[in-house]
């Protein structure tokens, strides 16, 4: 059975630092793999899909990357600012469409 | 357009009565989802529609029943809660396309109170 780990569960850093953000997968046969980012009482924003053929997705100064034989994941922001405060969720859909989620890292930036 | 809609935005009721939550997508997308999410927690699966028949239920009880009137449109009826069916609930959607590109874009939830 598929299961999905994202340590740490809370991350705090200075305003303009680069992170990274870690998920684990205990089983390589997926065919995606997504990065979401969550306000306080707010929907899911999709950030990256990695497919599975890929090693890693870019948009502005999020990287995600994808290791399916070592099952990780790793986002990472370039440069964080106040704004990217949120809870940030990655699911894998290795079959039927369902995602499996990790239960998020809740990051905070400090001005 | 990748936007999912949902309405209300708040929702409060009592243990007797009927509700609906509404969900909309305007992306040409075939499957539609339900998730509930308790606070702190990820989202949980509750029901997916593809091509407008429904596809997967999670085991939910009978109280939440699920409609798709068309492609474009999702609907949770409410039925009977129960206090702790107060949560956020999200209505996602996705293409259904080939296998590892199916990305879900989700809405922005309702979220449900029952006193």
């Known amino acids: 059975k598929q299961e999905v780990t994202q340590i740490p569960a809370a991350l705090s850093v200075p305003e303009g630092e680069n992170l990274v953000l870690n998920c684990s997968f205990t089983?390589?046969?997926?065919?995606?793999l997504q990065w979401f980012r969550q306000d306080p009482g707010k929907g899911l924003t999709s950030l990256l899909l990695i497919q599975s053929s890929q090693r890693e997705q870019t948009s502005g100064r999020l990287n995600a990357s994808l290791d399916k034989s070592s099952g990780r994941s790793t986002l990472y922001i370039a440069a964080s600012q106040p704004g990217d405060s949120a809870t940030y969720l990655c699911?894998?859909?290795?079959?039927?469409?369902?995602?499996?989620w990790g239960a998020g890292t809740k990051l905070i930036i400090k001005p | 357009d990748t936007e999912v809609t949902q309405t209300p935005k708040h929702l409060v009721m009592g243990m007797t009565n009927k509700k609906s939550l509404k969900c909309e997508q305007h992306m040409g997308h075939r499957a539609m989802y339900w998730y509930k999410q308790k606070a702190k927690k990820p989202p949980e699966l509750m029901f997916v529609y593809s091509y407008e028949k429904l596809s997967i239920n999670e085991s939910v009880p009978s109280r939440f029943s699920p409609e798709c009137p068309n492609s474009s449109l999702l609907n949770l009826h409410l039925h009977a809660l129960q206090p702790e069916d107060s949560a956020l609930y999200l209505c996602a959607s996705s293409s259904r396309g080939l296998a590892g590109v199916d990305e879900q874009f989700f809405g922005p939830g309702t979220r449900l109170t029952v006193l």
């Open positions: 699911a894998v859909d290795d079959s039927n469409y369902q995602l499996i």
């Open positions: 089983d390589s046969a997926i065919y995606n």
